[in-house]
């Protein structure tokens, strides 16, 4: 399943490689590093879980395992932010 990011109400930049969030209803602030931001430049576009574990893994050298339990902690912080659509 493509997942994306929530476009409505949500500003973010992108600063070095990382991500600063804002969800302009809640007036909640992310941020993300450098892992993180790699995710939610890829979400942003629409990706899988496994094509982000799979980014990830390849950018930073770990193992698929690890890159993908980093992937579904970064969701389940996004999805408990209700910032994902998918």
């Given at each position: 399943?493509?997942?994306?990011?929530?476009?409505?109400?949500?500003?973010?930049?992108?600063?070095?490689?990382?991500?600063?969030?804002?969800?302009?209803?809640?007036?909640?602030?992310?941020?993300?590093?450098?892992?993180?931001?790699?995710?939610?430049?890829?979400?942003?576009?629409?990706?899988?879980?496994?094509?982000?574990?799979?980014?990830?893994?390849?950018?930073?050298?770990?193992?698929?395992?690890?890159?993908?339990?980093?992937?579904?902690?970064?969701?389940?912080?996004?999805?408990?932010r209700d910032l994902l659509e998918g």
């Amino acid at each position: 399943m493509t997942l994306k990011l929530r476009q409505e109400g949500v500003a973010w930049t992108d600063v070095d490689g990382e991500i600063v969030a804002l969800d302009e209803a809640t007036a909640e602030y992310l941020a993300a590093n450098e892992a993180g931001g790699l995710l939610w430049r890829a979400l942003a576009k629409g990706a899988t879980r496994d094509d982000l574990a799979a980014r990830l893994a390849a950018e930073f050298g770990i193992d698929h395992e690890r890159a993908g339990a980093d992937t579904d902690a970064f969701l389940a912080e996004l999805r408990a932010r209700d910032l994902l659509e998918g």
